[in-house]
């Protein structure tokens, strides 16, 4: 349960900190946007490096956030690699997510980051980043559990427990694709069309 609280409370510090700094990302640009748009690359190019820029950040402080709560609460070692790998995945995605949704939502006549980001498309962002971390959460718990009952208890996971984390894996790294493609894509849609 440690393991899961820590996860949570890491991740809406890092969902917290994406809608402030990474979905008004776009917007931002303002009214020089348009300078932005004649450049010779497509808006995924604008939105990937947007990414880049906010991304591996917010992942070393994921990373750092589960490796010292989960030191704290004295989780095992393993336990708290996992977290720290598992967090820093989630921070990827989400901020894939933020600069996507930013994109989707763009407020080029608000140069306040704040107001950007408590727009109906920074609530929005919000409410499908928490989903996200509930969604993670509960697509790796039977990885959790195996792991778990291998390392410290030295069972081996029946075929029906093998098949079900095996198919939470997968699951996992479909939510995690989608959580990053689709709102990549459904924003430089936007920023092309728009």
């Known amino acids: 349960g440690i393991f899961y609280v820590n996860f949570a409370l890491s991740g809406l510090v890092i969902t917290t900190l994406a809608v402030r700094f990474l979905f008004p990302a776009i917007s ?16 995924r190019t604008l939105l990937w490096a947007k990414v880049v820029w906010g991304a591996l950040p917010l992942s070393i402080l994921s990373m750092l956030l ?16 996992t977290a720290a790998l598992l967090a820093a995945v989630t921070a990827f995605c989400l901020s894939g997510m933020a600069v996507g949704l930013g994109a989707v939502w763009p407020a080029f006549h608000l140069d306040n980051p704040t107001r950007i980001a408590s727009s109906i498309g920074g609530v929005f962002f919000m409410l499908l980043g928490a989903t996200l971390l509930i969604a993670v959460g509960l697509l790796s718990a039977p990885i959790f559990l195996a792991t778990r009952d291998f390392i410290e208890m030295g069972v081996s996971p029946s075929t029906s427990r093998l098949y079900w984390s095996i198919g939470s894996f997968i699951g996992l790294c479909v939510l995690m694709q989608l959580s990053y493609w689709l709102p990549m894509r459904l924003g430089a849609t936007n920023l092309d069309h728009g």
Do not use: D
């Open 28 to 43: 931002l640009e303002g009214k020089a946007f348009w300078t932005v748009r004649v450049a010779p690359f497509p808006a």
């Open 66 to 81: 589960a490796i010292g709560s989960g030191w704290i609460t004295g989780l095992p070692q393993w336990m708290v690699i």
